[in-house]
Structures are given as structure tokens and as C-alpha cells.
RNA sequence: CGGGGCGUAGCGCAGUCCGGUUAGCGCACCUGGUUUGGGACCAGGGGGUCGCAGGUUCGAAUCCUGCCGCCCCGACCA
């Protein structure tokens, strides 16, 4: 079988792109640190958005869409937020191009066409949309407002991977606008609650919820909280924050409404998102050497059927009888009609794009009435009665979600390494990376040490953190709980 | 943005050091035939701004200059 995917063992970059461009995910562009999103890729962002829609709405989230450009006196407007993003933003500073008069053909830009004020291309859209809040807000009435986009957002990374950091990419941010403190914090922790069934009921990815130190905070947040998932390499990756804003917006952008007393109150804010960068995180948490993993419940495909050794009208006919009773109990099923290539080919091909069930179905099988079932996860291969094969693969795919996601609970717990000094802490790091939980006193100062020796920050304080009396990892002094270590994507 | 590597057909590469027929090979693709339960075989065929732009030369994929892009490592990054 010919090999084209590298190892995760020689190369796991290399391993990673190789997935990405062999799944047919996405391709390089003419833009440099932007992708082209292709179909299959794409399909599965669109089965995560449609969940992810659907959580959103039932926790009485609506849908609007805010411009893409920023003008820059807005978006200076909140001081730490826009210090925090400046370094990686796209300007737009002319708004047209003429004919070069020196070269035929040749365009450039109207210098006659520049722009009174720059506007730029949002990182994110805090402040284009408390811009717009102060207009809708007038009354504890017009309160909560609670409004998600799904939108792109341009940030000009230094250096890119598709999926993980690109330099424009998708994703979602909810805006919401509250009357009191308490209740736009019980609205960041239940949105953060959602990313967090999300990637574990449906990305079949655990993470760590938690609330990230002063120095890895949302610049503009008073609280950020985070979902960390780690990946095969040992390296976490932030899968989702969600940020109670406290009323920094709001203040910075003249926000405010009267109250029952009829007094005036600054609104409370918060934000959240999550982005395409989950579809790198679900690569990196299932996939093998034979390529993309995928968990059932957002393959664009769950079940494929292939005809052996070629699509012939008997074989297809039954196929199509499987395909529309799947079809019945919401399973996807693609029959593969293709007579050009033949099973080995396609059984590889499905292989590398992570489609979870696959049927092979010839005229042997036919003839004992029954049908061979792949799974990917395990690659196992079960010879089983036509009669009941439907509600064998309903009920597989169902293991498949589970055994992905009990497989990588004990990864991640395999790689959760308490530790209580400092010599350990960087050994254990090297030697098997993961997440290090460890003691610590509380300080930047030392978070900052801990990260130029070793590249590792403190990923979150989990929620769920007992109290624990111990002492820092670093600097000996006492801490009452554990915080989570790790390299970081 | 720094160090290293690479750019030749859709993909993977040889040719570049040392300039010289019509630029090759494997896979893929097209046609015909034989095959067919884990990436089939035979025969024939099509497909190239050699990353881009200048320069040197009788002649450039090959030498020189500049630029662009991609990959790996680092710095940076909520």
C-alpha cells in the first residue's frame, strides 16, 4: 500500500499538513497565510456551525451581522483591546485603483483615492458593535441583548497553519449587553459551558475548562474563560474562550442605561467565540498515520457503501435499499458508483478522509446475505447479516463517537502529570510533554520566568480546582491550588 | 521578522555544480483491451510561461541581480 501521509512519529507537522491536503480539507492560496477552504473541509465546518447554531439559539441567542471594516477611531476607542491587536491588523487606507499611466495593464493605487480615516479590517468586533449597542440601549428594557455573528476576521499572523492560525479565518463572536454584573457572568460561564459539550459531546474532544491567568487574558476582558484540549503531540491548544467584558466597552463607548430607579448604569458585556481552528483540533485529537479521524457525528459522510468489485445493478440496488433505510435514522450515507477505481483504491481513499463506516458489499456477501463493516476508529472489519445491518451501523457509529472520545479522555490522562518541582517540571516536559499541574504562587512575574526557560504558560486555573495547600513550582512560595502547564499551539 | 531548505506537467521528483539536439521519469489523466473481495495490467496518447522580472551570452531550467511563494526551525501571537 503506498504510503502518502509522513508519520506522526518523523515529522508531526509535516503529518498534520500532509492530513490537510490529502483529506482534501484545504489547499494553500495566492495569499500569503490564507487558505482555500475546500468542499470536504468545509462540510465538516458547516456541520459544527449548524450544532453550534442550534446550542446558541436555544440559550436565546438571534443571529445579525456587523460590517467588516472598523473605522480606526472606533476601534481605538477601548485602549487594551486595541493595544492588544495592533500589531497584526489589515488597514484599508485608499478605496480605489487607476490605470498605471507607465504601464500597460498594470493597476496601482489612486493616490487622489486616499481615505479621510483608515478603517480597519476587524480582528474582531467588539468595538464596531458597542458602537451600533449605544444606539439600540436606552432602558433596562432594551436589556439583555444577546447577539452572536457568524463572520471572518482578519489577523496578520507572522507565521500561519492552516486551520490553527491563519491570517483570515472563520468563526463566530457573541456580543452580549447585560444589566448587572452577576448576570453577564452567569452568561460568559454558560457559554462557556456550551463550547465545552460541544467538543466533547460532538467533537468527541475533552478539555479542561478553566479561567485564564492576567497575562493570557482576551485584552479588554475581566475574566477570560477558556476550553484547553490537548493534542497528540502533547501540546494543548485553546479550543474556545468565552469573556466577561465587564463594562470596559461599554465605558469606552459611552454605553449606558437607566435602571428601574431611573438612574444611569454602564452596561455589562461579554463575548465569545470559537473559530475553524476547531477543525485543526479535531485533526490533531483522532487522526492516525492512514489519515483523518473522524467522529460520527460530524463526518460529512458517516457510511459509505462500496460495491465489490465494481457498482453492478444487483449490488447497487441493495445498496440503495441500506442507503435509504440509514438515510431514515438521519445517518449520511454515500454510495460510491465510481467504476473507474477499484475497492483497494477506494477503501484507502476513505481511509484518508476519516469517513467513519464503510460497507463493502459484493455478490458473495449477496448470496450469505450479508454485508462486510469497516470501522475507521479501531480498523476492524466484522462480517454482518443484511437483515440487521442498519440498526448495527446506528448503533456503531454511536460506539465509534464514544470509543473516540474515551480514547482521547485517556491520552489526556495518561498525559496529566502532577508535579511539585521544578527539575521534574521541565524533565516531564521534554520527555513527555502534556499537561503539567503544578503549584503556583500567583504571580506574573513567575508565570513569565516559568515561560522563557521552558516555552510552557499556564494554559488555565481549572474551575474545578480543589483547595490545596502547597508551594509554587518555581518559587517555593505557598499556593492553595493547582494551575495547568503546557506548551501551547 | 531571523536561520535553513525548496520552487521543472495535477502530484512526487531527476536534470542546475560544469550553459549546447525536440526538457525527462514515476503516479495521475485520455483511448482501446484484458482484469476485478485491500491502492490491477498491457498497448497507444495528451499535457510544460522550467516561480516571476531583468541581465550576461550566438544560445539559459542551468550563470548573475532583484523580487515572489511554500515548507521546517526560531522570535512574535488572547
Known sequence: MAKEITSREENYSQWYNDIVKKAGLADNSAVRGCMVIKPYGYAIWEKMRDQLDKMFKETGHVNAYFPLFVPKSLFEAEEKNAEGFAKECAVVTHYRLKNDPLQKGILSVDPEAKLEEELVVRPTSEAIIWNTYRDWIQSYRDLPILINQWANVVRWEMRTRPFLRTAEFLWQEGHTAHATKEEAIREARQMHDVYAEFAEQF???????????????????????????????????????????????????????????????????????????????????????????????????????????????????????????????????????????????????????????????????????????????????????????????????????????????????????????????????????????????????????????????????????????????????????????????
Open 203 to 489: 467533537m468527541a474532544m475533552p478539555v479542561i475548562k478553566g479561567f485564564k491567568t492576567e497575562n493570557e487574558r482576551f485584552a479588554g476582558a475581566d475574566d477570560t474563560f477558556t476550553i484547553e484540549a490537548l493534542m497528540q503531540d502533547g501540546k494543548a491548544l485553546q479550543a474556545g474562550t468565552s469573556h466577561f467584558l465587564g463594562q470596559n466597552f461599554a465605558k469606552a463607548f459611552h454605553v449606558t442605561f437607566s435602571n428601574e430607579k431611573n438612574e444611569n448604569e454602564f452596561v455589562w458585556a461579554t463575548s465569545w467565540g470559537v473559530s475553524t481552528r476547531l477543525i485543526g483540533g479535531l485533526i490533531m485529537t483522532h487522526s492516525d498515520d492512514d489519515g483523518l479521524v473522524l467522529p460520527p457525528r460530524l463526518a460529512p459522510i458517516q457510511v459509505v457503501i462500496v460495491p465489490i468489485p465494481r457498482p453492478e445493478p444487483l449490488l447497487l440496488e441493495k445498496a440503495e435499499q441500506i442507503r435509504k433505510a440509514l438515510q431514515d435514522q438521519g445517518i449520511s450515507v454515500k454510495i460510491d458508483v465510481d467504476d473507474t477505481k477499484r475497492p483497494g483504491f477506494k477503501f484507502a481513499e476513505y481511509e484518508m478522509k476519516g469517513v467513519p463506516v464503510r460497507l463493502g458489499l459484493g455478490m458473495r456477501d449477496l448470496e450469505n446475505n450479508v454485508i462486510e463493516v469497516a470501522r475507521r476508529d479501531t480498523r476492524e472489519k466484522a462480517s454482518v447479516s443484511l437483515d440487521t445491518v442498519v440498526s448495527h451501523v446506528a448503533d456503531l457509529l454511536e460506539e465509534i463517537q464514544q470509543n473516540l472520545f474515551q480514547r482521547a479522555i485517556n491520552f489526556r490522562n495518561e498525559h496529566m502529570t502532577e508535579v511539585n518541582d521544578f527539575a521534574t517540571f521541565k524533565e516531564v516536559l521534554e520527555s513527555k510533554g502534556g499537561f503539567l499541574s503544578c503549584h503556583w504562587d500567583g504571580t506574573s512575574e513567575t508565570e513569565e520566568k516559568i515561560k522563557e526557560e521552558t516555552k510552557a504558560t499556564i494554559r488555565c486555573i481549572p474551575i474545578d480546582a480543589p483547595e490545596e495547600a502547597g508551594v509554587c513550582v518555581y518559587s517555593g512560595r505557598p499556593s492553595s491550588r493547582r494551575v495547568i502547564f503546557a506548551k501551547a499551539y
